[in-house]
C-alpha cells in the first residue's frame, strides 16, 4: 500500500468525531474540511473538488494545497545566492510563483503517517525535492504533518531541511476558505481582522516594492474586526497582499496569533496561528467560473486565503527577514487553525 501511495494520487481522511478532513497526497491537498455551526451543523468550508482529477488536471487555483519550494512571487524569477546567480521559470510572467511550472503542490507526496480517527488523528506527507527543481540550488528533504489536535483544532507543521546547498525556503498552505459553506458565494461579509499593522505594498506585478508601510487610516487596515467587503472597492480587484505579524502579546502553544476570520450567518470563527513573519491576506481575486465539489460554481471571492510565509520576493529584499536555510539546519513553519461556532 504504501509504495502505491507514492506514484497514485488518492485523498485520505482524518476525522476525530467532530470535525472531518480529506486531504490528498497530490499536493498534500485540503480537499475538504467540515466543521459544525452554531447548531452543530457540519459544513465544508474550503473551495475544492470531489476527486484528486482536476488538481491533477490543473484546474484548481492553487485550492488548499502546500506551495513551494518557494511560495508567493519572486521577481522576474532571478535571485543571487553564495556568490551563484540562479533563473527560476517565469508561471506567472513576468514573475516566478508558488515554486515554478511543477511546485510542490503538483507533486505526488509519500504517505509517511496515517492515523484516520481516534485520539490526534494525523497524517504526515514526505517529499523530496532533488538539486536544480524548477531551478532552486540543492537538495531538500520536506515533510508535512496535519494533525486534528482538539475537537475543532487542527495543526500544520511543514519542515524542510537542504541537504547540501543553502537554498530559499517559504512553505504556504493555500487553503480557499469560506465559513459560510464552499458553496454559498463570496466571502465578502465575512469579518476580519489581522494581527498586522502593516504591509509590504506592491508594484503592478504583486511584486513587494521594499517598503514596509502601516495600514492605518487605509483600506488595508484590518487591526480591528472588519468586513471584508467594506473597502475591497479602494484596493483594485482585491486584496493579495502580505501582512507583517507583530503580535507579540497574543500567543499561544508559542505561535502568534494572525488572523479571526467569521461569519455572521453559520457563527462560524477560525483563529489562525503561525510562527512565520507574514501572511498573505488574498480574497480569490482570480477565481472564475470554477465548477467545483458538487458542481458549486465559485466566482470571484468565492474564498479568502490566509497563507502565513515568509515575505513574497524576500530573497531579492535585503530589509526583509531572510528566507534562505542553510545546508543541514532546518526550516520549521507551524499553523493552528482554531475552528469555534
Not at 485523498?11 to 455551526?37: A, C
Not at 465559513?179 to 502593516?198: M, P, T, Y
Not at 510565509?309 to 513553519?333: L, R
Request: net charge negative; with cysteine.
Amino acid at each position: 500500500m504504501a509504495d502505491q501511495s507514492k506514484n497514485t494520487p488518492e485523498i485520505f481522511e482524518l476525522n476525530n468525531g467532530t470535525m472531518q478532513v480529506k486531504i490528498s497526497n497530490y499536493g498534500t491537498t485540503i480537499t475538504s474540511l467540515s466543521v459544525p455551526d452554531k447548531n452543530g451543523k457540519l459544513g465544508d468550508v474550503v473551495l475544492g473538488f470531489d476527486s484528486v482529477d482536476p488538481y491533477v488536471k490543473g484546474l484548481a487555483p492553487y485550492f488548499g494545497c502546500i506551495v513551494g519550494r518557494v511560495a508567493n512571487r519572486i521577481k522576474e524569477g532571478k535571485f543571487s545566492l553564495n556568490g551563484v546567480n540562479y533563473t527560476l521559470p517565469i508561471n506567472k510572467p513576468p514573475n516566478s510563483l508558488h515554486g515554478g511550472n511543477k511546485g510542490f503542490d503538483k507533486k505526488i507526496w509519500e504517505v509517511a503517517g496515517h492515523k484516520r480517527d481516534g485520539e490526534k488523528p494525523f497524517i504526515t506527507f514526505k517529499y523530496h525535492s532533488a538539486d536544480g527543481e524548477e531551478g532552486y540550488p540543492g537538495a531538500v528533504s520536506v515533510t508535512a504533518t496535519y494533525t486534528l489536535t482538539s475537537a475543532t483544532t487542527m495543526r500544520l507543521d511543514m519542515e524542510a531541511v537542504p541537504e547540501n546547498k543553502d537554498t530559499p525556503i517559504n512553505l504556504a498552505q493555500h487553503t480557499y476558505w469560506n465559513l459560510a459553506g464552499h458553496d454559498s458565494g463570496n466571502i465578502l461579509d465575512h469579518k476580519i481582522q489581522i494581527w498586522g499593522s502593516h504591509i509590504t505594498p506592491v508594484d503592478e506585478y504583486t511584486v513587494p516594492t521594499g517598503e514596509i508601510l502601516p495600514v492605518k487610516g487605509t483600506p488595508f487596515d484590518f487591526t480591528e474586526e472588519k468586513r471584508i467587503g467594506e473597502s475591497i472597492g479602494e484596493v483594485g480587484i482585491g486584496y493579495d497582499h502580505n501582512y507583517v505579524l507583530d503580535c507579540p502579546d497574543q500567543e499561544k502553544e508559542g505561535l502568534k496569533h494572525a488572523a479571526k476570520l467569521s461569519d455572521a450567518a453559520s457563527s462560524r470563527v477560525l483563529n489562525l496561528w503561525t510562527n512565520v513573519p507574514g501572511m498573505q491576506f488574498y480574497t480569490g481575486n482570480y477565481v472564475n467560473g470554477v465548477v467545483g465539489k458538487g458542481n458549486a460554481v465559485y466566482g470571484k471571492h468565492a474564498g479568502v486565503c490566509l497563507e502565513t510565509q515568509g515575505f513574497p520576493n524576500a530573497i531579492n529584499q535585503s530589509n526583509f527577514p531572510s528566507v534562505v536555510v542553510k545546508a543541514g539546519e532546518k526550516y520549521n513553519h507551524t499553523m493552528l487553525f482554531e475552528f469555534s461556532a
